[in-house]
């Protein structure tokens, strides 16, 4: 049988340091505060965790602006709780991913100190400078993906521009230049070196751009947006080809690859979201052996209802464009904002989505083919804080925010605090009120302790689900095969030899049925997973956003044999002994 290494349907769950605890009563969350829920981590049944930027860094942007690669920032920890942290990781049988920032770094960074003091010495050439035009206005009409403006800076020392593609205080660094990218392998080797177990790469399709510094062409009236960008950026006005989502950018992960492959068991997960095409882009990062292991693309970070048609479509052309795998599935991050406000929170007619709707969003994520991303809080069915209401103008952080408020929501509403100890003044988080961001008063119903006392919570749905799955071979490695059911079901079967395994998400609020044919029979309910469906027979009926598994007879064996129930993983055959007990669990 092929090897499945850990990573291919990993469930990674990803912490922000600063919004998780708080243990040093500084209003910013640590790693130390990272040791003391690793028990929480654990028992919700992911299989890692990744860790956005924990390096040295003003905090400009969420630590994605360095100004030591190798260091960890003060207010974060120091490399022996790092250390600590790997090993007691480590200890509960999960692995840790590091974030690299390798497409540019803070301007205080001391390679940029340097290189911007003039035009001949030693880092001269470690980032982008560019002549202006005769006029003195920037080399071209790129725009940065943060401010809605030029993409270029004035640096008086040099009479030159600087290329950046987010904040201005974050200079692009030469990826042109080969003494740049030693400094990243080495960088990079010194984390794996300190037993990470990986890394997620920061937006990879801005490594590289084009040499000619051609000027991007605009939009052409009524042509398809951008994906992951919000229409109101003023950089959506603009086609993605020559400022980023260069092929050769992908090339450039060569050496890193073949750095991370002599730490057996690492992986590299790209992030590519900002682009014409997210899932075709994002699979070219995965094609073969020499780049990235996985990718997640925008697909899913929409804003707008879910649909049994979307979930369709998304999957059909991720099954298309990563035939060999290499998807990992992205609902919510620090970037895009909370899955339970993004996936609308209504439905079409304009009905806030019931609870139901998390659960079963909970169960397709679990079961659908590839690694999957869990952004810390999403397990808790968090809504997105809302400016001003949850977090006052004047508090905004998040630079991208404050730039285009109130056109564009900004990223701080995905980024507060966890709530931890619902009657807690810091909710648990902190001993102190006055946290980095402040914590929306609707979050201390959905905190920690008031879901883990109920057992219908949403938290409680993750648990199983994630612990569930574990013991089904079908969605740890089978093969997915998309049903061609029409209306508000979404399913499909994933199948490994020993399980065949069905999967149905009523994606409407009206119960739905779905009829079990000949070679779906005899079939035995996955009661595991909690179901929100009842068999009468043959046939199925979903509640609304109701969701069902069931082991199917394996095709390889003949109708009339002695049943899935024989090829069960030995959790399951428990489960099989209720067999046709078709009892929903209570929401
Ligand atoms: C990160 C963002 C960050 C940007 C610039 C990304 O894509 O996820 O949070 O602001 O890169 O580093």
Known sequence: MQTVEWWQNAVIYQIVPWSFLDTDGDGRGNLDGIIDKLDYIAALGVDAIWLTPIYESPMDDLGYDITDMLDIDPVIGDLNVFDKLVKLTHARGLKLVVDQVWGHTSDRHFWFLESRSSRDNDKADWYVWADPKADGSPPNNWLSAFNGDTAWAWEPQREQYYLFHFLKSQPKLNWENPDVLDAIL???????????DGFRIDAPNFFLHDPELRDEPMRPEGSPWPDGIDPKNPMAKQIFQNSFCRPESIEALRPIRKLVDRYPGTVTLAEVT???????????????????????????????????????DTLTRVQRYFANGGNCWMVGNHDYGRLRSRWAGHDQDGNPYPETFYHQAAAMLVAMPGALCLYQGDELGLSEARIPEDIPVDQIQDPFGKALYPDVPGRDGSRTPMPWQSAAPG????????????????????????????????????????????????????????????????????????????????????????????????GVDAVGAGLLAKRNGNMLRLRGYGYYFGNLQPQSQPANSSSAKDTLADEDVSESESAFVKEEISL
């Open 186 to 196: 080495e960088r990079a080797e010194f984390w794996l070196d300190q037993g990470v």
């Open 274 to 312: 900002l682009c014409e095409d997210s899932i075709i882009l994002s699979s070219e990062y995965v094609k073969g052996t020499h780049y990235a292991h996985l990718a997640y693309n925008s697909a899913l970070l929409v804003d707008q209802p879910i649909s049994a048609k979307l979930m369709k």
């Open 427 to 522: 909710v648990g988080f902190s001993s102190r009120e006055d946290t980095w961001l402040p914590v929306p008063e609707s979050h201390r119903s959905r905190a920690v302790d008031v879901q883990t006392e109920d057992p219908g919570s949403l938290l409680n749905t993750w648990r199983r689900l994630l612990h569930w799955r574990k013991n089904q071979p079908a969605l740890m490695q089978g093969s997915c095969r998309i049903l061609d059911i029409e209306d508000s079901i979404f399913g499909f079967i994933r199948e490994t030899q020993q399980q065949r395994l069905l999967c149905l998400f009523n994606l409407s609020p009206e119960t739905a049925y779905f009829n079990l044919d000949e070679s779906m029979l005899p």
